[in-house]
């Protein structure tokens, strides 16, 4: 499948799009390709807001793509406003591509919603965790499918899993493309499949724009690798199996999960294939040094857990100032008391991993230590954005005294949380510009969708 061109004309976006923004450029399209654009509204949000998918094309395989799986991820927003207009204007592709798409901009429409404050810049470490939102596991759509594995049953899907359900047993889809992206670091993939003719692809639509890949830590210590920065995608199993191997004794996993699996693992009974392409909003070239550092990757990893550990220490004692006003609605609060209440239970889990593993004792490369030890400390600065916005969201609901007083609590955890920034901030990093993210993320959709159907994969 010829696509270049299609790539060529990705615009040079400066900013993203807020989710009203996302429906009215939809409602336009429809209304310019009322022939080729069949909009439906396949399910509402919790706070009702209507969730569009556009289904374009007449192909005989099936993909689905669909954007902000986590909602501080509008990379994938961005990438479908430009395809699904690709895909209308440019007739040679639809028609020869093989495939009838079913596009979804935004499926966590609320919590995007609240991320919109740094969508126009400045882009900056800084305002991404000022600004930031991501909710707890029991509220993300992507990790709230129905799940029954040993301990572990989840089977309170919400409105937009649902919805998304639905359309997947619809569709059945040869192809899907959960339009997930990272905020530091390098690119990286996940995949169902193991294709090993397709990563050099993959590499070259990274690499011949600039962006590195990342070649640090894993995101996670239980994940498969398929080859350098490309992985196995996962479903809550291999979670579940890691903390199993590494909790203590005496924990109740059943209390532990409090989510359910993923939509890849969900599609799966479809013999779906299905990508998760992670590109980083910021980057540094130290994400794929391979200059050897005077300690190893245990040192560095243990030296980081301890790092997450300490900064989540604090965040809890802050939390404790002003939880007892929590409402049960703060949707800030939240993922907060998630992070503090398993930070003890996952540094010993992470401990005993490194601690049982030899591979660990070898020397640590440049991109390693800096997954460690400097990217841990930014993951730590979007929760401390957590506190300071869950304090704010109180001081709305509250009058009087209580009011003051959560008010100068606010003010408190922000200078912490600006201390903390700064220090980030003198980490070696650049913003990527969106048009080379979107780029990259199409032509790594491409790259597959292009397989299974020259290829064809058994169902």
């Not at 692809?201 to 080859?227: D, V």
């Not at 291999?238 to 409090?258: G, I, M, N």
Request: negative net charge; contains cysteine.
């Amino acid at each position: 499948m010829d696509y270049q061109r299609i790539l060529d004309n990705v615009p040079d976006y400066k900013a993203f799009m807020s989710v009203d923004e996302m429906d009215q450029s939809t409602l336009k399209l429809k209304e310019e390709y009322p022939d080729l654009v069949d909009l439906t509204i396949i399910g509402h949000s919790r706070n009702d807001h209507p969730i569009y998918c556009m289904k374009i094309g007449h192909g005989e395989k099936k993909a689905l793509m669909f954007g902000c799986p986590h909602p501080n991820e509008p990379m994938g927003a961005m990438m479908l406003e430009y395809f699904s207009r690709a895909l209308c204007e440019d007739d040679e592709f639809r028609e020869n591509c093989g495939y009838t798409w079913y596009l979804i901009k935004c499926i966590d429409i609320d919590g995007t919603k609240l991320n919109e404050g740094w969508f126009k810049g400045p882009f900056n470490l800084t305002n991404y965790a000022r600004n930031f939102f991501r909710p707890t596991s029991y509220e993300q759509v992507e990790w709230t499918f129905p799940i029954e594995y040993k301990q572990l049953k989840f089977d309170r899907p919400m409105p937009e899993t649902k919805a998304l359900m639905k359309l997947i047993d619809e569709v059945k889809p040869d192809f899907m493309y959960s339009l997930h992206n990272a905020g530091f670091g390098g690119a990286y993939w996940y995949i169902t499949e193991d294709l090993p003719e397709l990563w050099d692809q993959f590499y070259h639509a990274a690499q011949s724009r600039g962006m590195p890949l990342s070649l640090g830590e894993p995101e996670a210590p239980y994940i498969t690798a398929f080859a350098p920065a490309i992985f196995k995608n996962t479903g809550i199993q291999e979670d579940y199996d890691y903390v199993e191997k590494y909790a203590d004794k005496d924990s109740d996993l059943s209390k532990r999960f409090e989510c359910g699996t993923s939509s890849n693992d969900y599609a799966s009974k479809y013999g779906t294939v299905s990508l998760v392409g992670e590109l980083p909003y910021f980057y540094s070239p130290k994400i794929e040094s391979d200059k050897i550092m005077p300690f190893t990757r245990k040192e560095a990893l243990i030296k980081g857990e301890q790092i997450k550990l300490n900064e989540y220490d604090e965040i809890a004692e802050g939390y404790q100032l002003y939880q007892k006003y929590v409402s049960d609605d703060n949707p800030f609060a939240k993922m907060v008391e998630m992070m503090i209440k398993n930070r003890k239970a996952s540094y010993e889990e992470s401990v005993r991993h490194v601690e049982a593993d030899d591979k660990f004792n070898e020397p640590c490369k440049e991109s390693e230590a800096f997954d460690s030890l400097d990217i841990t400390r930014f993951y730590a600065l979007l929760i401390w954005g957590l506190l300071v916005r869950g304090v704010k969201f109180e001081c709305t609901r509250h009058e009087g005294d209580v009011a003051q007083q959560l008010k100068k609590t606010a003010e408190m955890l922000e200078k912490k949380m600006m201390v903390k920034a700064r220090a980030v901030e003198s980490i070696e990093y650049s913003f990527v510009p969106i048009q080379t993210l979107v780029r990259i993320q199409l032509e790594s959709g491409l790259i597959v969708s292009s397989y299974i159907k020259e290829k064809g994969i058994e169902r």
